[in-house]
T-cell receptor, first 116, second 112 residues
Framework: ETGVTQTPRHLVMGMTNKKSLKCEQH?????MYWYKQSAKKPLELMFV???????ENNSVPSRFSPECPNSSHLFLHLHTLQPEDSALYLC???????????????FGDGTRLSIL | TQLLEQSPQFLSIQEGENLTVYCNSS?????LQWYRQEPGEGPVLLVT?????EVKKLKRLTFQFGDARKDSSLHITAAQTGDTGLYLC????????????FGSGTQLTVLP
């Protein structure tokens, strides 16, 4: 139990479907992150939210749309995805960064997404 | 592009053996973290190193941060089957940065 819960754990969808991934953290953190993990590639940071405000968007295609209604919840809305979007999508949370430290990130177990 | 290179990419050893995995960059890190990821789970933080030359020990795991803060190593003594997993290093290139750059990982398999 990491304190970060992701649902669903597995998702299979067609290229024309619309679905959403959900992340919830119970750690009192105020920064949340979406990562994409593909086979044999480094984790790719997609979005960062700090105190519910999006602070990073690493050139992610618009078919991925994040939403952060509060500091404990983060969504990733998916629409018209491509086969190359099949991957493990990981959510993480942390305390907002301090002046001299990089706060550790606590990860959920991910959603395994397969695009048909 | 700021890259973190991890080596080896794959490592398979017998239980009881020692091993070292490496994380290297041409850039200086403000800090570096090591994570372990097991199948079907997200990465779990093992350690954070901040000071050049720093050595941290976590039971049989020894983490070292290079003097120039460009590289790091993880040494495991007397590996156990429970050490099997994907070991990821992640660096931050400035203090207070929220963005971590991850290496592609070392997949370690410890055989009984």
């Amino acid at each position: 139990e990491t304190g970060v819960t992701q649902t669903p754990r597995h998702l299979v969808m067609g290229m024309t479907n619309k679905k959403s991934l959900k992340c919830e953290q119970h750690l009192g953190h105020n920064a949340m992150y979406w990562y994409k993990q593909s086979a044999k590639k480094p984790l790719e940071l997609m979005f960062v939210y700090n105190f519910k405000e999006q602070t990073e968007n690493n050139s992610v295609p618009s078919r991925f749309s994040p939403e952060c209604p509060n500091s404990s919840h983060l969504f990733l809305h998916l629409h018209t995805l491509q086969p190359e979007d099949s991957a493990l999508y990981l959510c993480a949370s942390s305390h907002s960064q301090g002046a001299r430290e990089n706060q550790p990130q606590h990860f959920g177990d991910g959603t395994r997404l397969s695009i048909l | 592009t700021q890259l973190l290179e991890q080596s080896p990419q794959f490592l398979s050893i017998q239980e009881g053996e020692n091993l070292t995995v490496y994380c290297n960059s041409s850039s200086v890190f403000s800090s570096l973290q090591w994570y372990r990821q097991e199948p079907g789970e997200g990465p779990v933080l093992l350690v954070t190193v901040v000071t050049g030359g720093e050595v941290k020990k976590l039971k049989r795991l020894t983490f070292q941060f290079g003097d120039a803060r460009k590289d790091s190593s993880l040494h495991i003594t007397a590996a156990q089957t429970g050490d099997t997993g994907l070991y990821l290093c992640a660096g931050a290139f400035c203090f207070a940065a929220r963005q971590l750059t991850f290496g592609s990982g070392t997949q370690l398999t410890v055989l009984p």
